[in-house]
């Protein structure tokens, strides 16, 4: 193309940019923001890794790399998708002057071109304001965030950028505003001059193939999530764990505009606001596709992350030994029981004992699964009344317990009603009992290991189950959980009587630092996140907006009151938001349900027991995602809502 | 009579200083129920305008409107929304159905609007549609239907509810001729049953379906007649 064509197709992109400057400025921050948030984030992890011997970025430095760049990745693919959008209506706006150009000889390249040179000198322009917008961010949040993570104050470290980093965000920004701009360029050099001149642009359809490719990726996401059953423990699992969430993401971004599509079919019983609002996104796909996928896309990581945690909390407390709570106290001799129930007052306490072989051995007891490294965990067997049952937390379970029936503490560990024991006690050969079991789950678990079955001493007996018994223990319940003073006054009995050996549940300052620090970055993922599904929501309302001038202009003349208009925008809002909501609620516990449910359904076919995945949700997390966000994204469209008077443009007459 | 609409000494300037522009100066016009009064005049001479007043989507800078005995004036932008929704009905030469609602629901809507449950306004917007003779078009979206029929939609929009006073800026401008003819011909029916409406138009065809015509030109009222135009530039007139 020659230079003096493109230098006029140049000025006609530039000239309709200025003439629609709040549609352009829309543009130009779509790009910004994330430039912004890809420059601010290698800062501070460029200015922070200059420490890199601090505790915290030992600890948990690699995964704010990882989580870093998953979210710029993301928030790219957002703004990409939000971009694109304005770029689809920003054309839809000019298609009279391309079918003008195009009826005064340009061709096909050539309008596309339009397209993309308006849609380029945006990007550039929001990306070059994103640079200094970001290092601002960089330079206010440093040293809050060195203060937060333990720095020394004589040890902040100073700002550092790489321009390489800058010219690396600036290009991101550019080639996604190009990027956004394809689709567009492509759809304007292919119109034809009468449809643009009447200002017509056929609508775009889902097309079959990304139907069919979207519901295969989903399927292939799930699959993989399946898969982990098989590979879990081996050196694939990772990698068959991270092909999972691009597999699923895509493949609900790709069956986006099909499932807009068919929530606007739906929508013939809602209130005459809700239904206006469903059926103008239905017929917007590009945008409201977009926006749900932008939403989608921020919100999946928290929620990944979350039902991860929640999903590695809840195999603790299935599979971990089974361990003291706060309120237990164990204790090795009638002295030292006497001592601690002094102590606190309101404690109860039981006795139990454990088998014992002809050598002295505590008889083992495994069972009555195989755990994923093939091992089976050795569990004590506790043999005891109902004393020890109530002392352990195991009401429930008094009416099984008095039936004959073994106590199982945890999870997922009873199949079926009965559980079977393989006992080893030697000299007697190794033998397998299937015997009726109940389970039993109780609180947390800190400290020291207690046994994870019970069973009465007529059961022992019925088991056969040697006669020989170790000397008994006391686990002491107290009528809450120790408090800090009784647990110095418990250390205190322990250092005046060195032999009343007792045992409680200390609270692990480590374990509680890293659950803290996993919080705090599941947290400020999701605050983050959710800015993106705001931004995202807010860019889509926005240009929602910029086309619904006449029928909001229509509603004012039927005699909408502005809170209806409002009303309208607000449900737009919460419509986007929970759309991209639950598609990420389904992408973060989607593989995780399949893995669970895989390894249930599979657990009796294998030839090998092995230990079922339970399912872990994450209420809060996902109240926030489904919900909250929403709420936020309604109240803000509805309260900065601005809608037209009911007066068209004034013409002649 | 009833009057159904009171302008008086009504005036509308746009701008100020050397860009102001008086759009209606010192107009008055009084509307019985079942008249039917168009309103025409050249481009600029202000027919648009008086019809925003009258319909309480705009305010004229000095004199008073009343519809059905209420003074425009003493509402604010809830009280004008209101009346919009019970007593005007509204027809624009480009339609200004909503695209994302089907012909019954676009109908329905002013009903929906005014807190009318949902299933009794999709009856009147039914019956209303019937009565434009549309009724069985009435699942279809907009785009769906033909110039004439989106016109129909929107007059029927405009009478549902029984409002009293009807409003119509140029409603056969995007029609051919047979279409024009028979959108008129729903518009003296109507008013037959007792709606008073004003039509602006340019067509002197058209003018002849109306009880009486005024003249607008520079925003002053210069002529009305209660005969309609000549003969000769009618075609299938009231009969």
């Known amino acids: 193309m020659a230079a003096t064509t493109l230098a006029a197709l140049a000025r006609l992109a530039g000239r309709d940019a200025l003439r629609h400057r709040r549609h352009s400025l829309l543009l130009l921050v779509m790009i910004a923001l994330p430039v912004a948030g890809l420059v601010a984030g290698t800062a501070l992890l460029d200015s922070l890794w200059q420490r890199p011997e601090s505790d915290w970025i030992q600890r948990w430095g690699s995964l704010l790399v990882v989580a870093f760049w998953t979210l710029a990745a993301i928030s790219l693919v957002a703004a990409v998708l939000m971009a694109s959008a304005a770029v689809t209506i920003a054309t839809r706006r000019q298609l009279r002057a391309l079918g003008l150009l195009a009826a005064a000889g340009a061709g096909g390249r050539q309008l596309g071109a339009v397209v993309i040179l308006q849609a380029a000198a945006l990007g550039l322009g929001g990306a070059l304001a994103g640079i200094p917008a970001g290092l601002l961010v960089t330079w206010a949040l ?135 609002a469903v059926r103008d996104l239905a017929r917007h796909p590009t945008r409201s596709a977009a926006a749900v996928a932008a939403v989608t ?87 005891g009344d109902q004393e020890l049952l109530v002392a352990m937390g195991g009401e429930p379970a008094e009416a099984a317990f008095a039936g004959g029936a073994v106590v199982v503490f945890g999870t997922n560990l009873v199949p079926d009603g009965q559980v079977t024991l393989a006992i080893t006690d030697i000299p007697r050969p190794a033998r397998r009992i299937t015997v009726p079991a109940v389970e039993v789950t109780t609180g947390a678990y800190l400290g020291e290991t207690l046994p994870s079955f019970v069973i009465s001493r007529q059961t022992a007996q019925r088991l056969w189950l040697p006669g020989l018994t170790t000397p008994p223990r006391y686990l002491i319940r107290t009528p809450r959980p120790l408090s800090g003073i009784q ?28 659950a803290q620090g996993f919080r705090s970055i599941t947290l400020a993922l999701l605050a983050v996140a959710g800015m993106l599904a705001l931004g995202s929501v807010a860019a889509a309302c926005a240009l929602a907006l910029s086309e619904a001038g006449p029928d909001l202009t229509t509603l004012g ?66 109240a926030a995602v489904t919900v909250g966000i929403p709420a936020l994204a309604a109240a803000a469209a509805g309260l900065l809502d601005r809608s037209p008077t009911p007066l068209p443009p004034r013409r002649g007459g | 009579m009833t009057a159904v609409l009171e302008i008086n000494q009504v005036a509308r300037t746009f701008g100020s200083g050397h860009t102001q522009v008086r759009a209606l100066d010192g107009v008055s016009l009084t509307v019985q129920a079942g008249e039917l009064v168009a309103v025409m005049g050249p481009s600029g001479a202000g027919k648009s305008t008086l019809l925003h007043l009258a319909g309480g989507l705009d305010r004229p800078t000095s004199g008073t409107i009343r519809v059905t005995g209420t003074e425009l004036g003493g509402l604010g932008r809830a009280g004008l929304a209101a ?62 239907l033909s110039g004439g029929e989106q016109q129909r939609v929107a007059i029927a929009r405009a009478l549902v509810g029984q409002r009293p006073l009807l409003l119509a800026d140029e409603p056969t401008g995007a029609l051919d001729t047979l279409a024009g003819e028979a959108i008129l011909g729903l518009l003296r029916a109507r008013c037959d049953a007792g709606v008073a409406a004003v039509l602006v138009t340019h067509e002197p065809r058209y003018a002849g379906y109306a009880d009486r015509v005024v003249f607008l030109t520079d925003g002053r009222m210069v002529d009305q007649t209660h005969q309609p135009p000549p003969a000769a530039t009618l075609s299938g007139g009231r009969s």
């Open chain 1, 142 to 276: 440093l040293p809050r965030l060195a203060q937060a993570m333990n720095f020394p104050s004589s040890e902040v470290p100073s700002l550092l950028v790489a321009p390489g980093r800058l010219l690396l965000a600036a290009g991101l920004g550019l080639l996604a505003t190009v990027a956004a701009a394809l689709v567009p360029a492509i759809r304007a050099a292919r119109l034809p001059v009468t449809a643009a001149l009447a200002a017509q642009q056929p609508p775009a359809r889902q097309s079959r193939r990304l139907t069919i490719l979207g519901i295969t990726l989903v399927l292939v996401g799930l699959g993989l999530a399946g898969l982990q059953v098989w590979v879990a423990g081996s050196r694939w699992q990772p990698w068959v764990a991270v092909a999972t969430v691009p597999a699923v993401l895509v493949g609900f971004a790709a069956l986006s505009r099909a499932l807009v599509a068919l929530v606007g079919r739906t929508a013939r019983r809602l209130p005459a606001t809700g239904r206006l």
């Open chain 1, 297 to 383: 896309a921020g919100l999946a990581v928290p929620m990944l992350l979350g039902t991860m945690a929640a999903q590695q909390v809840a195999t603790e407390r299935a599979y971990g030994p089974r361990q003291l709570r706060a309120d237990q106290v164990l204790a090795y001799s009638p002295a030292a029981v006497a001592e601690v129930t002094e102590l606190v007052p309101g404690a109860r306490q039981a006795s139990f004992t454990t088998a014992q072989d002809a050598q002295g051995n505590e008889v083992t007891v495994h069972g009555p699964v195989i755990d994923q490294y093939g091992i089976t965990p050795s569990r004590g067997l506790a043999i």
């Open chain 1, 487 to 514: 647990r110095d006054q418990l250390h205190a009995l322990q250092t005046r009587l060195p032999g009343a050996s007792i045992t409680w549940a200390e609270p692990d300052p480590d374990l509680q630092a890293a």
């Open chain 1, 557 to 622: 003349q039927l005699g909408a009151t502005p809170a209806m208009t409002r009303r309208l925008m607000a449900a737009q809002a919460w419509l986007l938001a929970t759309g991209g909501g639950l598609l990420a609620a389904a992408i973060g516990l989607g593989p995780f349900t399949v893995q669970a449910l895989a390894s249930g359904q599979l657990r009796p076919r294998l030839p090998i027991p092995f230990l079922p995945t339970p399912l872990a949700v994450p209420w809060t997390l996902l």
């Open chain 2, 83 to 144: 009346l919009r929704r019970r007593r005007v009905g509204y027809v624009f030469q480009e339609l200004n159905l909503i695209a994302a609602l089907t012909a019954v629901e676009n109908v329905a809507l002013p009903r929906e609007l005014d807190g009318v449950r949902g299933r009794t306004a999709r009856a009147e917007a039914l019956a209303a549609l019937e009565a434009v003779g549309l009724a069985e078009l009435a699942d279809t979206f907009p785009d769906q």
